[in-house]
Nanobody
């Protein structure tokens, strides 16, 4: 069983930055990928970024490339999403997710956190 707890959301002005954190618990994450998704009310959940725990390879959706960076801290079992140059279109609830590393990095995640709100004001 994998448990995920997000933190770091909040209110920021356009152009600002936030760092989200996802604290993960599992026996070992060597065979897992951890990702971030976001969802606005009435819309489908959207893939944002993901990282393979072993090796650290990453994947991003096009709209955040160059602005967001996903990283992990092995000692803390924590994945971070550094979000820079935020704009109002980034306003969403952001969810951390995990899965065993099978298939593409941007889908089919099995474990989910409770979500954290990110609001970007114009």
């Amino acid at each position: 069983q994998v448990q995920l707890v997000e933190s770091g959301g909040g209110l920021v002005q356009a152009g600002g930055s936030l760092r989200l954190a996802c604290a993960a618990s599992a026996r070992t994450f060597n065979n897992y990928a951890v990702g971030w998704f976001r969802q606005a009310p009435g819309k489908e959940r959207e893939f944002v970024a993901a990282i393979r725990w072993s090796g650290g390879s990453t994947s991003y959706t096009d709209s955040v490339k160059g602005r967001f960076t996903i990283s992990r801290d092995n000692a803390k079992n924590t994945v971070y999403l550094q979000m820079n140059s935020l704009n109002p279109e980034d306003t969403d609830v952001y969810y951390c997710a995990a899965k065993l590393v099978t298939g593409p990095l941007n889908s089919d995640f099995d474990y989910w956190g409770q979500g954290t709100q990110v609001t970007v004001s114009s």
